[in-house]
């Protein structure tokens, strides 16, 4: 027994332990000031004994500063009167503040009295070194997320580019072959009450008859015209940007519309006579313009009024055309340049606007809409200045 003891009591003692611990130990009295303090805590904090015992702790104490961990946490009072996870800046002799998570415990004397405190307290220098790391790495990890959504975008938005394309290639290809058919349908047929007409005329017993007959033939003359725009617009190969006229691609468009629109429709024409000249595919703007035309003459089906206004604005030139129709839900507004996305219960394809809008873009422009549901609809499409 004796050689027991022996062998647990050879050169160990109290202060030995606890000047090993690589933990801050305080003991405080009754009063809150200190009356021991470990190696640890001298050697980390550069203080001796008679710098700190006697002294108040909370003097040594300050608020911890922006160190990149989460907010000071509340301590945590257990029943047996240990406080716990409490983190706090330490000041050292030198004036620097190192962080610190600390535990406070009661002693308790043999006799059941309150007589004094321990804090144990833990260097947090190492967990905040650790945090900034992986602070770093998620932020880098982010950045690498970012940057590969952002490339999965650029291609997903190059691969709608491109299907966008097609689409309106297809649909001109379409146009163009019905365009082939109707020119030679309707124009042979046209051609010959022209050259009737004509025959009629040097024969009419009077002036009456003539003049009827005069009107026959312009007429005739307007639909070849009408014919002949259409077949431009829709056979052109949409590939080459010229300088273009805005304002007679906007005469030409009211021209090939105008059967639909004269007989419910009041349009006023704002042109700016001194609107610049821009760089486009005329046939494709043509299809824009019209397409936009013919929406609001459907938002209109007890007729209305239609504006088409043009001007200059900074480096852009505008094209505004605003109706008085039913206007678009806004729950919809959003979702209009979608391909395949129509309000038309018959008829509609839902590529009008898409393909409008496409190429628009491609002539680095915009479309912008305003519309209020009982109101009307405004339609601005933008196009640079060539410079």
Not at 5 to 32: C, F, H, P, Q, R
């Amino acid at each position: 027994m004796e050689n027991r003891d022996s062998k647990y009591s050879s050169g160990i003692t109290a202060e030995n332990i606890l000047s090993s611990l690589e933990e801050l130990l305080i003991v405080l009295d009754k009063d809150g000031e200190v009356t021991y303090v470990n190696s640890y805590f001298k050697r980390t904090l550069e203080y001796t004994d008679e710098d700190i015992l006697g002294k108040n702790l909370g003097e040594f104490f300050s608020p911890l500063q922006d160190d990149g961990l989460e907010e000071e946490k509340e301590a945590e009072l257990t029943i047996d009167g240990i406080v716990k996870n409490y983190n706090v800046g330490i000041i050292t002799k030198n004036g620097n503040i190192l962080p610190f998570n600390i535990s406070l415990s009661i002693i308790i004397n043999e006799s059941g009295k309150n007589v004094g405190m321990t804090v144990v307290g833990t260097s947090m220098v190492k967990m905040i070194e650790l945090w900034k790391k992986l602070k770093i790495m998620n932020d880098t990890l982010e950045a690498k997320v970012k940057e590969r959504t952002s490339k999965l975008e650029e291609a997903n938005a190059m691969l709608k580019d491109t299907q966008d394309k097609f689409v309106l290639s297809e649909k001109m290809s379409a146009m163009s072959l019905l365009a082939g058919g109707i020119s030679h349908e309707i124009s042979n047929p046209i051609m010959a009450i022209i050259g009737y007409s004509d025959i009629l005329i040097d024969d009419a017993k009077d002036e009456e008859s003539k003049e009827k007959l005069l009107q026959i033939k312009e007429f005739g003359f307007n639909c070849m015209n009408i014919i002949s725009k259409f077949c431009d617009f829709a056979m052109s190969p949409g590939s080459e940007f010229d300088a273009v006229n805005l304002n007679k691609i906007i005469e030409d468009t009211l021209v090939l519309a105008q059967n639909k629109l004269k007989y419910d429709v009041e349009i006023t024409k704002e042109l700016d006579a001194d609107l610049p000249i821009i760089k486009g595919e005329a046939n494709e703007l043509r299809h824009v313009i019209i397409n936009v035309v013919l929406n609001a003459k459907d938002a209109m089906p007890k007729g209305g009024k239609l504006l088409i206004r043009t001007g200059r604005e900074s480096k852009n030139i505008f094209v505004l055309i605003e109706d008085t129709g039913k206007g678009i839900p806004g729950s919809i507004i959003g979702k209009i340049f979608d391909t395949a996305f129509t309000t038309k219960k018959e008829g509609g394809t839902g590529l009008g606007l898409s393909v409008a809008f496409e190429i628009i873009k491609a002539h680095d422009g915009n479309i912008e809409i305003e519309s209020e549901e009982g109101v009307g609809t405004k339609v601005k499409i933008i196009l640079p200045i060539p410079e």
